[in-house]
């Protein structure tokens, strides 16, 4: 086939907005569109999105990219997807229309069903089969809820009528019409159905929570080629080769497509993850095991971990209290002081995600003095981001007994030099800032791609992998450690603070 004047399509339809960016043989950015959506929340804790409106924003970015770039069907060659996971969207098998709104990962309303399940002994039984601690963040406890609080939709549901999808299922559903009902095996990782070893949906979970069979879509690997659109968007089909959970297709995007190999996502939270090769690795350390991807018959595995607050914290300098006027600020800020002043600032704002798994914690301020000035605040919130990445990072050293070569990076707070620097500092790494930063977007891009040899082979993607900066460790490793150890009394002061 000739794929000279060709694009591949990425959706990217993340938990804020929907964006769709054309890639071209080189990797290259063409355009990019974007369009945000409704965040709802019902009640404290709640989290939903419309996925009509998901679907309206996505399809309307399509067209605007490909607008943008005067190109028509004829010059796309595939299209690749990479979704906001867990999220789950239920709905009518004959009509397509959703039974209630998608319940986003964020949602906590089953948090309390899920204590029960720990307190039943559930917890190493989902661990072994699924590689996830058990959490409202996952699908099928947001499935039960819509099955048990949505009037009739039970019956419907055992009638065989209804659908569970998680944003990649509904999206490939909508662009084929209704003919596609698949989802890949990284998104139904995320499910708390799927055990990851046999890579089937486990019935004993199904029972546990009453989800009938009927309702799950097909698993399929990451780079294979699904089918073609018939929507009206595209006057022609165009073949869906590409699928993986946000997460994962980064991971991909980044290239890390070696066992050891780690990138962590610098955004509102921060995610990290590591590629551990064929086998799961089970975490000691209270980490979530995954699927990376599947190609061919080859599955690879992940192991991950994520820290709620990252740049979100710099959000609430400007935001919350308005001691800074905009993100970037805070890097001349930071350089702006010898040190921190001893002032750490623990951003477990919404509580601690992993190592801690605490959500009693709060965030805190501790060793202010009537020296510290706005940047300390700032460095000292910085720092913060960087210590909860140490420890995650700590947590997999840890469970692989094993040190990467590297950190890869990518996501909005890059961009942050301080941050940059100050991580390579404390985690002893270098840190590696690729030079496209769509790393989510590219990684669906190279899925789809790969599956109709519009890129021949892994080889040829790493060929066009590309620095834009590498961060080595300068300060003294005393220092570091000092650091480290004044953090860890921080952390433990912030940690199991609300009753
Ligand atoms: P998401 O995809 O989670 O919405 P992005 O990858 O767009 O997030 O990153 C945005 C986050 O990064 C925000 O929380 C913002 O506060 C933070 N951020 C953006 N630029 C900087 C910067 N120069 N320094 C520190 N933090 C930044």
Not at 316 to 341: C, F, H
Not at 427 to 433: E, G, I, N
């Amino acid at each position: 086939m000739n794929f000279r004047n060709k694009y591949v399509l990425a959706i990217d339809q993340g938990t804020t907005s929907s964006r769709a960016i054309l890639f071209n043989h080189q990797g290259t950015i063409i355009t990019l569109a974007q369009k945000p959506f409704q965040q709802y929340f019902p009640k404290p804790g709640w989290v939903e999105h419309d996925p009509n409106e998901i679907w309206y924003t996505q399809s309307s970015v399509i067209k605007e990219a490909m607008a943008k770039a005067d190109v028509t069907d004829s010059h796309i060659a595939c299209i690749g997807i990479a979704n906001q996971r867990e999220t789950t969207i239920i709905w009518d098998r004959e009509t397509g229309f959703p039974v209630y709104n998608a319940i986003v990962w964020q949602d906590r309303r089953t948090a309390d069903y899920c204590e029960e399940l720990k307190s039943q002994g559930w917890a190493e039984r989902i661990l072994q089969k699924t590689g996830l601690v058990i959490d409202a963040y996952f699908s099928a406890t947001k499935i039960k809820w819509v099955l048990d609080n949505v009037k009739g939709i039970r019956e419907r549901a055992e009638r065989g009528e209804l659908c569970f999808g998680t944003v990649d299922t509904w999206l490939v559903w909508k662009l084929t019409r209704g003919a596609q009902f698949i989802t890949d095996v990284t998104n139904a990782s995320r499910t708390m159905l799927f055990n990851i070893r046999t890579l089937q949906w486990d019935q004993e979970l199904l029972d546990l929570f009453t989800i009938p069979a009927s309702m799950l879509p097909q698993v399929k690997a990451c780079s294979e080629v699904y089918c073609e659109t018939s929507t009206p968007i595209f006057k022609k089909g165009i073949p869906v080769s590409g699928m993986a959970g946000d997460q994962q297709a980064a991971l991909f995007g980044q290239l890390c497509v070696e066992d050891g190999m780690i990138k962590t996502t610098y955004g509102t939270g921060c995610f990290m993850i590591l590629n551990t090769g064929k086998e799961p690795v089970l975490s000691q350390n209270n980490l979530l095991t995954t699927i990376a991807w599947k190609l061919g018959d080859q599955t690879t595995y992940a192991l991950e971990g994520s820290v709620f607050v990252g740049g979100a914290v710099i959000q609430w300098l400007r935001d919350g209290i308005g001691l800074i006027p905009n993100a970037s600020i805070t890097e001349q800020m930071a350089k702006s002081v010898y040190d921190n002043g001893g002032v750490y600032f623990v951003p477990a704002l919404t509580g601690l995600g992993a190592p801690y798994w605490d959500q009693y914690a709060r965030g805190a301020i501790i060793g202010i003095t009537r020296g510290t000035t706005a940047a300390h605040l700032a460095r000292a919130a910085l720092e913060g981001i960087c210590y909860q990445v140490y420890d995650v990072l700590t947590a997999m050293e840890n469970d692989i007994h094993a040190k990467p070569k590297e950190i890869r990076v990518d996501g909005g707070a890059i961009a942050n030099n301080f941050l940059m620097q100050f991580q390579s500092d404390i985690c002893r790494y270098p840190v590696v800032r690729p030079n496209v930063l769509e790393t989510t977007a590219l990684g669906a891009a190279y899925l789809a791609g790969l599956a109709i040899g519009y890129w021949k082979d892994i080889d040829e993607l790493k060929e066009q992998w590309c620095l834009d900066k590498v961060f080595n460790p300068q300060m003294k490793e005393d220092t570091a450690r000092k650091l480290l150890n004044e953090w860890h009394k921080a952390v433990g002061r912030s940690q199991n603070w609300v009753e």
